[in-house]
């Protein structure tokens, strides 16, 4: 199979398919529209398998002609509560929610290589998995595994998955070994002082006074006790304390996120609640700290990163493979298979400031470059094959 002639022909309606996405965008675990085109789809594709998983997740499984590892490759499908402002002709026709991460670009490429692989199913060694995961943007991926997701795509050796990304300029794939988006925490603090009245502060303990202290202690953990090497970001987005200027609360309410993009966030955990709980103590006020996790470490395998790197060069040259300054303190949810299953991840550059497809993601004015829709088509095909073929 000449995946680069296969790709071309089926170029112009994976395009079509994502411009009916990007018209009809859907919130997390609420894509029933999205997924039944998915499944439609898939289902005149004559696969082994189409199962559904936590409601709108749907896995397609295509056995080849030959035995061989499986594969498994996944696409999330969820939209964002965000206004488009895109001014594409094809924009969302819900108020109020847009397809601003690309994910509707995700979802139509794997479709078409789905449609490619099982026209020439003859031809592969192995078993794909075609993974369409909901909810990207909150947690979906813990919930199709918690409901058996990996067991039901029948325990793959390999996963692959990959992003759209404005940062990098159209042409170029950026990836890199190791950890390449952040794990994420979201805290709460709860601090208990003695509320009373603002004239008898003596007769009080302040809650917003301890506060103060406990804001000052994270920061000088960020800035002298990390290893530069190891980046780790806490940032503190909510704080709510008191209802009148004449009162001393009794309680403070502090949130925020523990960001890390290495393997030791339990160490940061650790002296994050040493520090909040012993500077309360010292301030004679209690805490309650709950940590929440957003997303794990997304790391690459090593192997598969090298893989990755040799077939993405085949496919854009040499000069167009990015390598540094790749990692980011954002997450994504495919750290979810990743940690379970070998993993592999990438990013896909689109930017073009002449077409737009610059802005970041999440923005009300973000937009696709749809001729990257087939080099992200390609890429996964060859590393796929070079994976089943190795
Ligand atoms: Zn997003
Ligand atoms: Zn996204």
Redesign the pocket.
């Known amino acids: 199979m000449d995946i680069r002639q296969e790709v071309k022909a089926i170029e112009q309606e994976v395009i079509e398919l994502r411009r009916d996405f990007h018209r009809h965008p859907e919130l997390g675990f609420e894509e029933f529209r999205t997924a039944g085109i998915i499944r439609d789809y898939l289902g005149a594709l004559n696969l082994d398998d189409v199962l559904t998983c936590s409601g709108t997740g749907t896995i397609g499984i295509l056995r080849g002609g030959k035995p061989g590892k499986t594969v498994m490759m996944r696409a999330d499908i969820d939209a964002?509560p965000i206004q488009e402002e895109s001014g594409e002709p094809f924009s969302s026709e819900t108020p109020g929610v847009a397809h601003a991460?690309g994910h509707d670009g995700h979802t139509a490429m794997l479709l078409g290589e789905a449609k490619i692989w099982a026209a020439h199913r003859d031809e592969i060694p192995g078993t794909l998995v075609f993974l369409f995961q909901p909810n990207?943007?909150d947690a979906g991926a813990q919930i199709m595994i918690d409901d058996g997701a990996i067991e039901m795509a029948g325990n793959p050796e390999a996963v692959f998955g990959c992003h759209l990304k404005h940062n990098f300029p159209f042409g170029t794939i950026a990836m890199v070994p190791g950890p390449m988006m952040a794990s994420s925490y979201y805290f709460k603090v709860t601090i208990r002082g003695k509320g009373g009245h603002g004239g008898y502060p003596h007769l009080c303990i302040s809650p917003i006074s301890a506060a103060s202290h406990v804001i000052a202690s994270i920061d000088t953990f960020n800035s002298l006790e990390q290893n530069v090497f190891r980046p780790t970001v806490i940032s503190i987005g909510k704080i709510h304390a008191g209802e009148k200027e004449i009162v001393i609360p009794d309680t403070l309410e502090l949130e925020g996120s523990i960001r890390c993009l290495h393997f030791d966030h339990q160490h940061v955990h650790n002296r994050f609640r040493e520090i909040v709980e012993k500077t309360c103590d010292l301030h004679r006020c209690t805490c309650d700290i709950e940590l929440k996790c957003g997303n794990s470490l997304l790391a690459n395998d090593e192997r598969l990163f090298e893989l990755a790197r040799t077939t993405a060069e085949d496919l854009v040259g040499m000069e167009h493979v990015l390598t540094r300054d790749v990692a980011v303190m954002g997450g994504d949810d495919f750290a979810e298979f990743s940690n379970r299953i070998p993993g592999m991840y990438y990013f896909i550059g689109m930017g073009d400031p002449e077409l737009g497809t610059d802005v970041p993601?999440?923005n009300s004015k973000f937009r696709l470059h749809e001729g990257s829709l087939a080099i992200g088509m390609e890429m996964q095909m060859n590393l796929v094959m070079n994976y089943l073929n190795r």
């Open positions: 964002l991460c990207e943007e993601n999440h």
